[in-house]
């Protein structure tokens, strides 16, 4: 792995660890540095309110010069959070820069929870709730919001549980 | 900024031109090119226009009758203009008569930039390695670190086509040209449109999203900028297929003059959507081995 990759890396999670923003988290595996998990509080007055939404970002050694790839963990209902959980953020795209780091990045996906661009969307029944049935839209991101608090485990059974349910 | 306007003008109203050019160069430039190609004479690149548009091809005599006898290629990658130009400044230094004090020159500039970062708000663990980098490869021309080999045109090359070292410089280079244009706001602020949709943008919104964001391609704003924060001058050939009303085809050459001192210009080649190099030379020998000193 590159040296600047790792120093850079080392850095920022001192800042992560010493000066954090509000409502993010984010520390690397313990045996392999190049690998995130992150946690992103749902912002106040919004929908995603009280929820922990948790990340996993992967680095290669382009990194900074390169963006990080980032991936929800939790199940999201959001315009720009496609189904697998990856994201449609122009920083983590064709905007990045490295003046982001990972406390940067981190604020800047709280941001979008609360400001989604119904305009690239990743989502298209989230976007569309979001534009025309914000009632039925808050009550979607609501359910994600409560099967936030679940661990891994009972979030994967709830899903198997959901796709059932849908078939029969 | 003089000449902002009619680099503006040299384009519009020939779409159908600009984009036969477009094309032709997403034919000629694939992905894979190597960030910065070995010298080649001329005639590579006339021998791709020799089939098109004839005005590409005078011109390119023009060059080649005007001294330009060789272009080094970079990769069409949108961190063209800078790669091209650190390039260049680097191997400039390099093959001066006088190297000693174009190193010295140089790092003395070099050293004076972190300020200018500092007071636009870059933080230094954003930059510090991207300039260590820079800086090294400069100070290697006369001062070989222990252990490394003395700068030359090989190990130039090689630094260059690594990505991390290569990209670093070039970051280096973006946040340079950010941090000099958000310090003369009043210099450049009429000059900074969406390159795209051609509205009027914030200087801060302009920056952070075509001058520090990789890949995004430089324009006159952005070459205005940079040679006045590293005190340089640089001609950029542009080679617009465009005959002269009276039939006659020559190149325009744009300047961009903001040396402290008098020195030859470094000179680029600008066809619509990217940027090579050009050189007096039209070959080199990268087969020499590195002299360890």
Redesign the interface.
């Known amino acids: 792995m590159s040296t600047n990759c790792r120093r850079r890396l080392i850095r920022d999670f001192k800042r992560l660890s010493t000066d954090p923003p509000g409502g993010v988290s984010g520390s690397p595996c313990p045996d392999n540095i190049m690998l995130w998990n992150a946690v992103i509080f749902g912002p106040a007055d919004t929908p995603f309110e009280d929820g922990t939404f948790k990340l996993i970002l992967t680095f290669d050694e382009s990194y900074p010069t390169k963006p990080p790839t980032v991936k929800f963990l939790s199940r999201m209902f959001h315009p720009n959070v496609y189904a697998n959980g990856e994201l449609c953020l122009d920083i983590l795209q064709n905007r990045w820069s490295p003046t982001y780091d990972v406390a940067a990045i981190l604020t800047s996906i709280q941001s979008l929870l609360h400001d989604p661009n119904p305009n690239s969307p990743a989502n298209a029944e989230a976007a569309q709730l979001y534009r025309e049935n914000m009632k039925e839209y808050v009550r979607r991101v609501r359910a994600t919001v409560e099967e936030s608090w679940l661990d891994p485990d009972e979030q994967e059974k709830m899903k198997e549980d959901g796709e059932d349910g849908n078939a029969s | 900024m003089d000449d902002h306007r009619a680099v503006r003008t040299l384009y519009s109203g020939s779409s159908d031109l600009f984009n036969m050019n477009e094309a032709t160069i997403e034919d000629t430039i694939p992905k894979d090119r190597p960030l910065i190609a070995p010298l080649a004479p001329m005639g590579v690149l006339r021998a791709e226009y020799e089939n098109g548009n004839q005005v590409f091809v005078q011109q390119i005599d023009w060059l080649v009758n005007n001294g330009y006898k060789g272009i080094r290629r970079t990769r069409g990658d949108g961190d063209c203009f800078y790669r091209s130009l650190a390039f260049a400044y680097v191997e400039r230094i390099m093959n001066s008569e006088d190297v000693d004090l174009n190193v010295m020159r140089a790092i003395s500039t070099l050293e004076a930039t972190p300020q200018m970062l500092l007071e636009v708000g ?2 230094e ?3 510090e ?2 300039l260590d ?1 820079f800086k090294d490869l400069i100070t290697r021309i006369v001062q070989p670190e222990p252990g490394r080999s003395r700068l030359t045109g090989r190990v130039l090359f090689d630094t260059f086509n690594n ?2 070292e290569s ?2 410089i ?2 280096y280079l ?2 340079l040209t950010s941090a000099q244009i958000r310090l003369a706001p009043e210099d450049f602020a009429p000059f900074l449109f969406h390159p795209e949709i051609g509205e009027p943008m914030e200087t801060v919104s302009f920056c ?2 075509f001058v ?4 995004k391609e430089a324009d006159h704003v952005q070459m205005t900028a940079l040679t006045r924060a590293l005190k340089i001058n640089v001609n950029v050939a542009y080679l617009d297929g465009h005959a002269r009303s009276d039939g006659v085809v020559t190149v325009d050459f744009v300047k961009f003059d903001n040396a402290t001192e008098p020195e030859e210009p470094i000179s680029l080649l600008y066809r619509p959507g990217h940027y090579d190099i050009l050189d007096s030379k039209d070959q080199e020998d990268l087969t020499s081995l590195d002299p360890l000193w």
Request: aromatic fraction near 14%; avoid cysteine; hydrophobic fraction near 55%.
């Open positions: 870059f933080q663990l954003v930059f390695d991207f980098i990505a991390e990209n670093s070039v970051m973006r946040l952070e999203n520090e964001a990789v890949g």
